[in-house]
């Protein structure tokens, strides 16, 4: 069964600082992988996500994220944060091969606050 | 645009009622689903629907029903509301495809006193 694991709950940058969100999958071939964003009081809206070829993906709102088999993880970066970028993220994992294909697993999330 | 709609963002129920939550989409998406956000445990899918009239159990189905009547509704049901079931419900819609995006109506938030 696929897994995913974010391993912060709750991190605080600085407007300006760079940004890391750490993912980890368990899945046993190459899975699809998702970062899904979720602002206060609305749904999920998805950042970007990765199926196959180049490892770095591009993303919207200036985000990018870099599969990297070796360590089964998908992290999300950002040069610069800003204000607006406070919100809660989600990676997700998906199945290649599925019966029910179009489910994904989801993190527990975590919860980004940004310090002026 | 693609769009998600979900009848109501707030709800006050009493323990012991039916309640029903509307989730409609207009991609023509073959894939709905029914999550709960509680804060700590992320989202937990309740039911998958991969066809009109087709559902699935997800992960934590107890205490709920799902009907998929039409192709571009999906409706979540609590037969007898619990207080355990005070909550943020989120529909999302995907195509059928592995890999498949998928789009968020903005959740209902319910209060079962």
């Known amino acids: 069964a696929q897994s995913v694991t974010q391993p912060d709950i709750h991190i605080t940058v600085s407007e300006g600082a760079s940004l890391e969100l750490r993912c980890n999958y368990s899945y046993g071939a190459t899975p699809y992988l998702f970062w899904y964003v979720q602002s206060p009081g609305q749904g999920l809206q998805l950042l970007l996500k990765?199926?196959?070829?180049?490892?770095l993906v591009q993303g919207i709102k200036g985000f990018e994220a870099e599969f990297k088999r070796s360590q089964s993880s998908f992290n999300l970066r950002k040069p610069s944060v800003h204000w607006s970028d406070a919100a809660e993220y989600f990676c997700a994992v998906g199945a290649r091969k599925n019966t029910n294909a179009g489910k994904s697993t989801f993190g527990d999330g975590t919860t980004l606050t940004v310090k002026p | 645009d693609v769009k998600v709609t979900q009848s109501s963002r707030y709800l006050v129920k009493r323990t012991g009622e039916k309640v029903f939550l509307e989730c409609v989409q207009d991609?023509?998406?073959?894939?709905m689903f029914w999550y709960r956000q509680d804060p700590g445990l992320g989202l937990r899918l309740i039911y998958f629907?991969?066809?009109?009239?087709?559902?699935e159990k997800g992960d934590i189905p107890e205490g709920y029903s799902v009907s998929r009547e039409k192709k571009e509704r999906f409706s979540l049901i609590l037969e007898s509301a619990s207080t355990n079931q005070t909550s943020m419900y989120l529909c999302?819609?995907?195509?059928?495809?592995?890999?498949?995006?998928?789009?968020f109506g903005p959740g209902t938030r319910l209060l079962v006193l």
């Open positions: 990765y199926f196959s070829g180049d490892t």
């Open positions: 991609m023509d998406h073959e894939n």
């Open positions: 629907s991969y066809d009109v009239k087709m559902k």
């Open positions: 999302a819609s995907s195509g059928r495809g592995s890999g498949e995006t998928q789009y």
